[in-house]
């Protein structure tokens, strides 16, 4: 594609300067002649709309390629073209085309043209929005905007009908309000909600010609050309002003520096006082939010200002022997001082009366003198005494100081001449003596020392200082050489003390004999009142059985034989068990014992029972031994048995109490039968059942003992019939099959009747 030549870029080409230099490097025209190229060009596309349709940016479609209208200049498809299916069905569209990243400056220019298909049947919208975060590409999803949060321009904001051109239409765009040239990117958001193939909204747009400008620095000038000199320590104030800058300058010093004390504001005004003397030469350098900057030179020469150096002597007058003293009174501060016996700041009064100069050289250079005479007087001679054999003494023992050679006599430390006091330790005391006529004193010091009393502390070997009753402790002083205890205590030795008691110690050093003292409280705590007791009545149980062991009047117990307090038991035998109690806050112990006595169970025995027939009756049970137990179990009555209950076999029990309370059991079962008389015990004989038990059929064999026709009868253990049947007589021995596979398992009674006798037999059906 042919590149056309604008009047924007014939004008900037007639401004060449250092900076259109520079901005010709950033300028570019983009025709997208062929848009595969772009990203080598450092343009970005991406589409984050919300869902990702099927196209992105693509090459415009040329009418003679079906599309809806050819290019704004060159080839008929030499544009970039954006469409509904940026998005699915249905969504919001936000189709990103982002420029390379460049340095933009309020001024800098942006142009484009753009249209969308005619008739504008559906809304479209394309925002031209800013980026200053550098080569940043983030633009969010959906309606966010990531980086780009500055909005240039807005084609079709409101998303209306009829707004966006249908023809090639140009949009220029003019970057401002940026702080400072900044590096960024300028973004093409195709932009539309409820866009899509099924949508309200979203058509077909085209970009065309898209051309970035950047703007071109003006020459700015600063003025006046020169400023006025000043003088160090007076005020200063010099308004500057500019020329051809865009908006509202800044001015800053860019080469050498103003006088000190001197400050440039950001608005042009030199002011401040100045704090040193000489010729000052800077640059002035004036420049706009686009970075467009000029600059003029100047000089300031700061004279010294008039004034001079005063000196006041201070003290005027002083004792010979001062000794080195400090010099004062020369003003302004700074200065140097000389004369006779004058080191630096320092006067020696040895010297005697003497005149003393004071020269100053002040903050701007210039040098000052002064003068003044300082007067000698002589000091007296001081001696000093104390009553205090060697001048030593012990802590608290009394002092007395007196000093002499002159005419009155003041100490330090609160000390009194003449006067006794109590020194709180070894110190230098000093008394000034002073003469009345001159005023002049000197000093004497004297050291008293004061050997201090020992340190004695009072220890002992128990924790915490307490032992329990019964127990030793023993004593020891420290902090001295030797000790005496009272209460007959001797240091180091164990002894048991009898109860509480306060004990004191006198420790003695013996170098200087001082002594000092310590007390010491031994407590003696008393031993817990330990007691054991169980939950067996009289502590006694029978054999098999469980005991629960407890103690009482401390705070834990321990017990031996494994036993854990207040937890059940069963044991072996008859045994003592002891239990050690313990105080939790003293940790005094002591022990309490009791014996658990465990009596054997009775030997019990029930005798087996005799074969009983249901018609026996209330039968008396007296087997049991030892006598005197009770009798249990179905059928029984205190010491009866009523085998009128019915055919079966019945658990009987037999329990006897010992005087120990302890209990024996012994069980044995009691049969009764559904016998009638010794006859029909005899013809039983002649019936046999088998296999007996059987699972469901019996088979009964008779002879002729059972004489004429005979009735089979089943019974149940409670003589109730279940089932019976007629068998016709035939001579010899007979047999006869029945089945009770239908019947609950369990015990059967079998009866036969023959004329004049009945046979009888148990089964059991499995």
Known sequence: ??????????????????????????????????????????????????????????????????????????????????????????????????????????????????????????????????????????????????????????????????????????????????????????????????????????????????????????????????????????????????????????????????????????????????????????TVSAGDASGCVGSTSYSITIVCPTGGAALTVSPATVCSNAGIISIGGGSPAGGVYSGTGVSGTSFDPASGTQTLTYTLTDAYGCVQTANNTITVDAAPTVGSSSDAPGNTACEGTAVTLTGSGADTYTWDNGVTDGVAFTPPGTSMYTVTGTTTATGCTNTEVITITVNSLPAVVA???????????????????????????????????????????????????????????????????????????????????????????????????????????????????????????????????????????????PTVDLASFPLYCIYSGVISLSSGTPAGGTYAGTGVSGSSFDTGIGAGTYAVSYDYTDANGCTGTDTENLVVDLCTTIADAAASEAVTVYPNPSTGTFTISYNQSLSGDLVVRIMDVQGKVVAAEKLSRFAGTYTHSFDLGGYDKGVYFLEVTGTGNKAYKKIVLQ
């Open 1 to 282: 594609m042919k590149k056309t030549l604008t009047l924007r870029s014939l004008v900037a080409a007639a401004l060449v300067t250092a900076s259109t230099i520079s901005a010709k490097a950033q300028t570019f025209t983009e025709n997208f002649d062929d848009i595969t190229t772009l990203a080598a060009g450092g343009w970005v596309m991406t589409n984050a709309s919300v869902a990702v349709g099927s196209t992105n940016w693509f090459q415009g479609t040329s009418v003679a390629g079906g599309g809806p209208f050819d290019a704004f200049n060159g080839a008929a498809n030499a544009y970039i073209g954006a469409n509904y299916n940026n998005t699915g069905s249905t969504g919001t569209i936000s189709n990103w085309l982002m420029t390379p990243n460049r340095t933009f400056r309020n001024g800098d220019v942006i142009s484009f043209y753009t249209r969308k298909v005619a008739p504008d049947s559906y809304a479209d919208r394309l925002e031209v929005r800013l980026s200053t975060n550098g080569a940043s590409t983030i633009v969010g999803t959906g309606v966010a905007v990531g980086d780009y949060t500055t909005l240039l321009l807005s084609v079709n904001p409101t998303l209306a009908l009829g707004v966006y051109p249908t023809a090639w239409t140009l949009y220029t765009v003019t970057i401002s309000g940026l702080p400072a040239p900044t590096s960024g990117r300028i973004g093409f958001r195709y932009y539309v909600t409820g866009a899509g193939f099924s949508g309200t909204n979203s058509d077909y747009i085209g970009i065309d010609n898209v051309v970035y400008t950047p703007y071109v620095c003006p020459v700015v000038s600063v003025s006046p050309t020169s400023v006025a000199n000043g003088t160090a320590g007076t005020a200063y104030s010099q308004s500057l002003s500019q020329t051809g800058a865009l908006g509202a300058p800044t001015y800053a010093v860019t080469a050498g520096a103003l006088p000190a004390g001197l400050t440039l504001s950001a608005s042009g005004t030199i002011s401040g006082t100045p704090t040193a003397t000489g010729t000052f030469n800077f």
């Open 459 to 601: 220890g002992s070997d128990a924790p915490s200082n307490a032992v329990c009753d019964g127990s030793s402790v023993t004593l020891t002083g420290s902090g001295a050489d030797t000790y005496t205890w009272d209460n007959s205590v001797t240091d180091g030795v164990a002894f048991t003390p009898t109860g509480t008691a306060t004990y004191m110690v006198t420790g003695t050093t013996t170098a200087t004999g001082c002594a000092n003292t310590d007390m010491i409280t031994i407590t003696v705590n008393p031993l817990p009142a330990v007691g054991a007791s169980s939950d067996a009545s009289g502590d006694a149980i029978c054999d098999g059985f469980s005991v629960t062991l407890s103690g009482s009047g401390a705070d834990t117990y321990t017990w031996d034989n494994s036993v854990t307090d207040g937890v059940a038991f069963t044991p072996a035998g008859t045994m003592m068990y002891m239990v050690t109690g313990t105080t939790t806050a003293t940790g005094c112990t002591n022990t309490g014992m009791i014996t658990i006595t465990v009596n054997p169970l």
